[in-house]
């Protein structure tokens, strides 16, 4: 297919040419659902049991439902063994029941005693959907947030009666901030385990801690349980003191799968034509779970699914087409759980939010592009890069155990079994791979020097100790070997957010801006406010062009948030669809705003605003971003200051196509070639006045 997709998004998405109907995907199958002409098919079978199959939308009763589960045979030993250790590792497969199921049986012998049963989950909408769901299935009649409750970032829903509470595991670590023996909890399940996350694998350690001191000081004990589908016992059991792996037997609903015969390097457009072709051939009631990267390349895919559903020699019930990633609301996440409505095919298209833990209702198929956007920190180069590649394998049975929940299902992998083969067993732990400033600084409220910390699988010394160079340069800590934080650095570490960007928010009282930065950071913790569609770019740009400064980025997206506000509650929703704004995701960076409005209130930072004086604002975020500039040469080419990396201006940028002698940026993204995004002009003298100690120590020149 010569279609040409531009994954940035960026201006030239106007090469985006889809054809009206995409070729067939051969699949490399036997008896797949097909018109055998075009499509050959050889099916690998997952694996099989003996559970009658149940129509993906029929009304089964719950507890009917429940009973069915693997993990519910086994409820009387694994209690039994749950009792008997401290730690105990859980593996059961995809589906059979762990994350839904066990805190039950805990809660209804009441093994959690007077305390509370605590399960993470690497991501909120899992967290958030697992929590309803089992409340239902309690029969809580007073819905999430008593019984059983959540809490995830921006959102408590639990009560003092909460007893099996869902947190996602970045919630966990903040509330070990406040308690470190985490004395809330008598049970704690550390959930998909396998995912690996810093927050996951730092938790590992802290709650190893608190199990061991308070056994040490004979205060109530702490059960741990570490549960997955996938994970390497053996390495997990050694780290927590080669304590007892139990593995659940038991089959889930066989899902076939399906790879492709030929390599696809066009994996939308490949996702895109195998989506049709399943929509042309099954049941209505058949809906459809599409794994692809990020918010903008979804939301392209969904607006061409949805022009070319309009065609009319287009096949097949009528399609409601949802959305799923991280920087949605949590309200907006969970609509992907409503039911499409009676004769309607429901197509999800999500980031690998959905790949564990979730549940939705209906799924039969599974599309996986095979692709995952993954942040990955150079120590080498100091860049943090979001890079677009191939999920490992792991994550791939993951997204395959999306479908078959409640019947048989398949998945169609948008790779060939050769590409499959060669992917990663599992996933580099994310320790490995990502800035720690974040990690570390969380580690050093709690007194704890992440160079000295009992990790799992040790993260590389040099970004360690980047880590800390970094927080010394935000002024966050004194001395790299130190375990204490600067005054500055202990309010750094209350905020849920890179220290770059909490430095921003607590110089604003330096330059009088604390409204403006509160503002810049939310939009700039979530993803973009921009709807770009393919058909309508000039068009959408053309919009917005009264609000772009020609300062960048960051004064752009203060300019648009300010007219927001400005424009009447009646009047927002056609506001923002006349200036292709994205209405969900301004509303949410909205919310995340007042959240960060409340940590500075009890920071004690004043509020202050610098009305149209743009320069504190861009004065006030080169005090968190300084080591994010980068400088014309005579080449015309960008470097940065930094570690001299050759960089150029993100065709998203407001500032794309001209020539600013220096430039501050907010992230590197990595396609074809390293991409700056977020971008700000800044003055040569500002650097002397703001950071002369990094100038000095870079020896970078101050002046021309
Ligand atoms: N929201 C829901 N709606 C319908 N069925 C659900 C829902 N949540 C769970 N189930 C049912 O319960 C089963 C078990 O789900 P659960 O999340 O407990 O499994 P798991 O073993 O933790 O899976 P995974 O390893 O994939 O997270 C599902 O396969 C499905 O049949």
Redesign the pocket.
């Known amino acids: 297919m010569d279609s040409k997709y531009d994954l940035l998004g960026s201006k030239s998405v106007k090469k985006f040419h889809l054809s009206p109907k995409p070729k067939p995907i051969i699949f490399n199958s036997k008896n797949g659902p097909s018109s055998p002409k075009k499509i050959k098919f050889n099916n690998t079978k997952f694996e099989t049991n003996s559970l009658s199959v149940t129509n993906g939308k029929s009304k089964i009763d719950i507890q009917e439902?429940k009973k069915k589960?693997p993990v519910f045979q086994k409820r009387a030993q694994l209690l039994n063994l749950i009792q008997k250790h401290d730690t105990l590792i859980i593996l059961?497969?995809?589906?059979?029941?762990?994350?839904?199921?066990i805190p039950q049986f805990i809660h209804s012998a009441r093994l959690q005693n007077n305390g509370r049963i605590g399960i993470t989950q690497p991501r909120r909408v899992a967290a958030v959907?697992?929590a309803i769901?089992v409340a239902q299935e309690m029969g809580n009649t007073l819905g999430v947030g008593e019984i059983v409750g959540y809490t995830v970032r921006f959102e408590d829903v639990t009560s003092k009666r909460t007893k099996i509470k869902y947190l996602t595991d970045g919630m966990l670590l903040r509330e070990a901030i406040a308690d470190k023996l985490l004395m809330d909890y008598t049970v704690l399940i550390l959930d998909?385990a396998h995912e690996r996350t810093i927050h996951t694998d730092v938790l590992f350690g802290i709650v190893k801690d608190a199990q061991k001191n308070r056994k040490e000081k004979k205060l109530t004990p702490l059960k741990v349980l570490l549960m997955s589908?996938t994970m390497d016992v053996d390495h997990f059991s050694k780290y927590f003191n080669n304590c007892q792996a139990v593995y659940l037997e038991g089959r889930?609903y066989p899902v076939n799968v399906f790879y492709t015969k030929t390599t696809h390097e066009d994996y939308q457009t490949a996702c895109i034509a195998t989506f049709f072709k399943i929509h042309r051939e099954a049941p209505a009631n058949h809906d459809v779970l599409m794994f692809l990267t990020g918010q903008e390349e979804i939301e392209a895919v969904a607006h061409q699914i949805k022009i070319l559903a309009k065609d009319p020699d287009v096949e097949g019930p009528p399609i409601k087409v949802c959305t799923l990633y991280a920087s949605q609301p949590s309200t907006q996440q969970m609509t992907v759980?409503q039911p499409a409505g009676p004769n309607t095919r429901k197509l999800i298209i999500s980031t690998n939010v959905a790949e564990?833990?979730v549940?939705i209702?209906g799924i039969k198929y599974v599309i996986d592009s095979g692709m995952v956007k993954a942040r990955t920190f150079h120590p080498s180069t100091g860049l943090d890069l979001l890079k677009i590649q191939r999920t490992s394998q792991e994550q791939a049975w993951?997204r395959t155990?999306r479908a078959g929940?409640?019947a048989e299902g398949s998945c169609y992998r948008i790779y060939t079994k050769a590409q499959f083969e060669m992917m990663q067993k599992t996933t580099t732990p994310e320790i490995q791979r990502a800035n720690l400033a974040t990690v570390a600084i969380q580690l050093l409220a709690l007194g704890i020097h992440a160079m000295r910390f009992d990790f799992m699988d040790k993260p590389p010394k040099d970004a360690v100790r980047a880590a800390f160079e970094q927080l010394k340069r935000l002024e966050a800590i004194n001395d790299i070997d130190k375990s204490d934080l600067t005054p500055l650095g202990k309010n750094m570490a209350q905020f849920p957010l890179d220290p770059r960007f909490s430095k921003v928010l607590l110089s604003a009282q330096n330059y009088g801006c604390l409204e403006e930065a509160l503002t810049i950071v939310a939009l700039m913790s979530g993803e973009s406010i921009f709807l770009n569609p393919p058909s309508k770019r000039e068009q959408a740009q053309t919009s917005r062009q009264k609000y772009c400064s020609a300062l960048g980025d960051h004064i752009t997206l203060l300019n648009i948030y300010r007219e927001f506000n400005n424009i009447s509650q009646n009047n927002k929703r056609s506001w923002c669809r006349d200036n292709y704004i994205h209405m969900r995701n301004i509303l949410y960076a909205r919310e995340v705003r007042t959240q960060l409005a409340d940590v500075c209130r009890r920071c004690e930072i004043p509020v202050s605003s610098c009305g149209s004086n743009m320069d504190q604002v861009r004065k006030c975020l080169l005090t968190g971003l300084f080591t994010n500039i980068a400088e014309i040469h005579k080449d015309k080419q960008y470097i940065t200051l930094d570690k001299r990396q050759v960089v150029t201006i993100h065709p998203s940028s407001v500032l794309h196509g001209q020539l600013p002698p220096l430039l501050l940026f907010t992230e590197v993204v990595q396609t074809t070639k390293c991409y700056l995004r977020g971008i700000s002009t800044i003055e040569r003298e500002w650097l002397d006045e703001i950071v002369p100690n990094y100038i000095r120590s870079h020896n970078i020149r101050s002046k021309d």
């Not at 059961?92 to 199921?101: F, H, R």
């Open positions: 439902q589960l059961g497969e995809t589906g059979s029941g762990k994350t839904t199921q959907s697992v769901r998909e589908a889930t759980f564990t833990s549940t209702s993951q155990g929940r409640e």
